[in-house]
């Protein structure tokens, strides 16, 4: 749904998508907790078994609260825009997709993911993941390929840089044996 300005009208929040983000906001703080006693720092520094999981449940639970306040800090001018707009069959996201568009997405990203899975022993872990975000920026997302490929090295660069460099973690590098 548009409005006369030409952007798209969100609606107010619902229940279950309030309860989904808090839930979210919960597992993301348990993931916290869980890796803080794990410890964050081993002996001389060096990054501890609890520090991604930590670090990993922070982001989520203050993603999940910024995602809260966004819904209900909107809701007061999502209530009035909706209360102005009249009901219309075919209703699209921001992205200009009905809700088949999206279902299909969502289906197409799993069949990726799952590819990407099978060709770690071949290509390795890294290899395998740009070539994943590759294909969904391409593919399901239709984005232009020279973006896309930028996207992609730069994924790809910072997988490297966190899990070789920074936190030393042995990736498997597939039987190419390249990254």
Same mark, same amino acid.
């Given at each position: 749904?548009?409005?006369?300005?030409? /952007?798209?009208?969100? !609606?107010?929040?619902?229940?279950?998508?309030?309860?989904?983000?808090?839930?979210?906001?919960?597992?993301?703080?348990?993931?916290?907790?869980?890796?803080?006693?794990?410890?964050?720092?081993?002996?001389?520094? /060096?990054?501890?078994?609890?520090?991604?999981?930590?670090?990993?449940?922070?982001?989520?639970?203050?993603?999940?609260?910024?995602?809260?306040?966004?819904?209900?800090?909107?809701?007061?001018?999502i209530r009035a825009a909706a209360a102005q707009e009249r009901p219309a069959g075919d209703e699209r996201d921001t992205?200009? !997709?009905?809700?088949?568009? !999206?279902?299909?997405?969502?289906?197409?990203?799993?069949?990726?993911?799952?590819?990407?899975?099978?060709?770690?022993?071949?290509?390795?872990?890294?290899?395998?993941?740009?070539?994943?975000?590759?294909?969904?920026?391409?593919?399901?997302?239709?984005?232009?390929?020279?973006?896309?490929?930028?996207?992609?090295?730069?994924?790809?660069?910072?997988?490297?840089?966190?899990?070789? /460099?920074?936190?030393?973690?042995?990736?498997?590098?597939?039987?190419?044996?390249?990254?």
């Amino acid at each position: 749904m548009m409005s006369e300005a030409g /952007q798209p009208v969100r !609606r107010a929040p619902t229940k279950s998508d309030a309860v989904g983000t808090a839930f979210l906001a919960a597992i993301g703080a348990v993931a916290l907790v869980m890796g803080l006693g794990y410890g964050m720092f081993g002996d001389g520094g /060096q990054v501890g078994p609890g520090f991604l999981p930590s670090v990993a449940g922070a982001f989520i639970v203050v993603a999940s609260a910024a995602e809260l306040l966004r819904m209900y800090v909107a809701a007061d001018r999502i209530r009035a825009a909706a209360a102005q707009e009249r009901p219309a069959g075919d209703e699209r996201d921001t992205f200009g !997709r009905t809700a088949n568009e !999206r279902t299909f997405a969502v289906t197409q990203v799993f069949g990726i993911v799952f590819a990407a899975l099978l060709l770690v022993p071949v290509a390795g872990l890294l290899l395998s993941l740009a070539a994943m975000v590759l294909v969904i920026t391409v593919w399901v997302e239709r984005k232009p390929v020279l973006p896309a490929v930028l996207c992609t090295a730069g994924s790809l660069g910072l997988a490297y840089a966190v899990f070789v /460099q920074f936190l030393g973690v042995p990736v498997p590098t597939g039987t190419l044996g390249l990254l």
